[in-house]
C-alpha cells in the first residue's frame, strides 16, 4: 500500500516541478516586459552572457545568438501579451511550446562540445545548486526538465 501511494505521489512531484519551472519563465519574462523597450535588449544581453559564461561562443556565433535571442524575445512578448490579457490556457500552452521549440532552437546552434557544455552545466546546477538551477531555469531547460515539459506539452 505504502509503495502504491509512492507511486501516486511521483507524478504530482513532476507536476509540482514543472508549475514551479513555468511561474519562473512567466516571472522572468514579466521583469523584461517591464522594462519597456529596453527588455528586449535585457532579455537578449541576459540570455547571451549567460550562456556565454558556459559555451563559450566563437566570434563568428555572436551575431547569430544574439539574433536568435531577439527573434525569440519578439516571438514571446507576442504570445505573453496575449496570454496575459486572454487568460487561456491554450494560449499558456503556446507559450509553454515556444519556449520548449526556442530551447531546441538554441541547442541545434550549438556545436556538439558547447552542447555537452551546457547540458553538463545544467545538470550540475540541477544537482548541485538549487539556486542556481532556478536562476538558470527560469530562461533555459536542463535536459531533465526539457523532457518532462515536453511528456506534459
Keep these: 500500500m505504502k509503495y502504491l501511494l509512492f507511486l501516486l505521489w511521483i507524478p504530482m512531484l513532476s507536476f509540482g516541478q514543472i508549475e514551479r519551472a513555468i511561474k519562473l519563465k512567466v516571472a522572468v519574462m514579466q521583469n523584461f516586459v517591464a522594462k519597456g523597450a ?12 549567460i550562456t556565454f559564461g558556459i559555451v563559450n ?11 536568435l535571442f531577439i527573434s525569440q524575445y519578439k516571438e514571446l512578448l507576442a504570445i505573453y501579451n496575449k496570454m496575459n490579457v486572454s487568460e487561456d490556457e491554450r494560449d499558456t500552452a503556446l ?59
Excluded at 529596453?38 to 552572457?49: D, H, N
Excluded at 561562443?57 to 539574433?67: M, R, S, V
Excluded at 526556442?102 to 546552434?109: A, I, K, P, T
Design 57 to 67: 561562443y566563437t566570434e563568428e556565433q555572436n551575431p547569430i545568438f544574439k539574433d
Design 95 to 153: 507559450y509553454i511550446k515556444t519556449l520548449i521549440r526556442q530551447e531546441q532552437d538554441y541547442r541545434n546552434l550549438l556545436t556538439k562540445e558547447q552542447l555537452k557544455l551546457y547540458l553538463d552545466k545544467l545538470a550540475d546546477f540541477e544537482l548541485n545548486n538549487p539556486q542556481a538551477h532556478d536562476s538558470y531555469s527560469s530562461l533555459f531547460f536542463s535536459e531533465k526538465l526539457l523532457i518532462e515539459f515536453i511528456s506534459k506539452f
Design 38 to 49: 529596453e527588455g528586449e535588449t535585457m532579455f537578449w544581453q541576459t540570455k547571451g552572457r
